[in-house]
Nanobody
Framework: HVQLVESGGGSVQAGGSLRLSCVAG????????MAWFRQAPGKERERVGH???????GYADFVKGRLTISRAIDENTLYLQMSSLKPEDTAMYYC??????????????????????WGQGTQVTVS
């Protein structure tokens, strides 16, 4: 049973930074693809980025170098470092884990439908 617990959200002024954490229970963060998604009020959930088994990362176009995904295997934690935050980054941020092994250790599926395991989310508000 996979448990994902996000933390680190909060309120910040535009231009500020936050680091979100996702602690995985019952799963190893490097055992499969893990991703960050976000959902703003009134909008659909969208992918922020992902990290594959071998550590390859991929990001949505809107990230533009402002957000960075990393992981600490010894802490079994996935991170999302966010900088130069904008009001449009205001959203609930979710951590998600795939539980499949793909033929390429660098590949991660892009769709939220491909991630069966989700955390409860952490709110980020930028003003």
């Amino acid at each position: 049973h996979v448990q994902l617990v996000e933390s680190g959200g909060g309120s910040v002024q535009a231009g500020g930074s936050l680091r979100l954490s996702c602690v995985a229970g019952g799963w190893r963060v490097h055992a499969s693809c893990m991703a960050w998604f976000r959902q703003a009020p009134g909008k659909e959930r969208e992918r922020v980025g992902h990290m594959s088994v071998d550590g390859t990362t991929g990001y949505a176009d809107f990230v533009k170098g402002r957000l960075t995904i990393s992981r600490a295997i010894d802490e079994n934690t996935l991170y999302l470092q966010m900088s130069s935050l904008k009001p449009e980054d205001t959203a609930m941020y979710y951590c998600a884990a795939d539980n499949r092994l793909w033929s390429s250790r660098s590949y991660c599926p892009p769709s939220q439908a491909d991630y069966p395991n989700w955390g409860q989310g952490t709110q980020v508000t930028v003003s």
